[in-house]
């Protein structure tokens, strides 16, 4: 079993920042690409960033230059600093990660979503 929990979503004015962060446990043996999307009302889900296990990143262009991924492999938590929020940017949160357990086998989990909201 694995879970991943998000934390760190919330109200905040344009121009603002959050950090976001999501914590892995369970049955980890190694943790593969991490990544963020974002689903806001009435749109499908899009990705935010991704980064991979040697730490190489991918944005999306809307955040480019904006937001940053990161993550922390002792701690098994990925990050994301958004900065200059803009109410587009409002949106439900989720994070993914691609995880071997101790079967060998490897699968992509999701987290339960944490809601950002851009507003003033």
């Known amino acids: 079993q694995v879970r991943l929990v998000e934390s760190g979503g919330g109200l905040v004015q344009p121009g603002g920042s959050l950090r976001l962060s999501c914590a892995t446990s369970?049955?980890?043996?190694?943790?593969?690409?991490m990544g963020w999307y974002r689903q806001a009302p009435g749109k499908q889900r899009e990705l935010v960033a991704t980064?991979?296990?040697?730490?190489?990143?991918n944005y999306a262009g809307s955040v480019k230059g904006r937001f940053t991924i990161s993550r922390d492999n002792a701690k098994n938590t990925q990050y994301l600093q958004m900065n200059s929020l803009k109410p587009e940017d409002t949106a439900v949160y989720y994070c993914?990660?691609?995880?071997?357990?101790?079967?060998?086998?490897?699968?992509?989990?999701w987290g339960q979503g944490t809601q950002v909201t851009v507003s003033s």
């Open positions: 993914n990660a691609a995880v071997m357990t101790s079967s060998g086998a490897t699968s992509t989990y």
């Open positions: 369970g049955n980890i043996f190694k943790i593969y690409a």
């Open positions: 980064i991979g296990s040697g730490s190489s990143t």
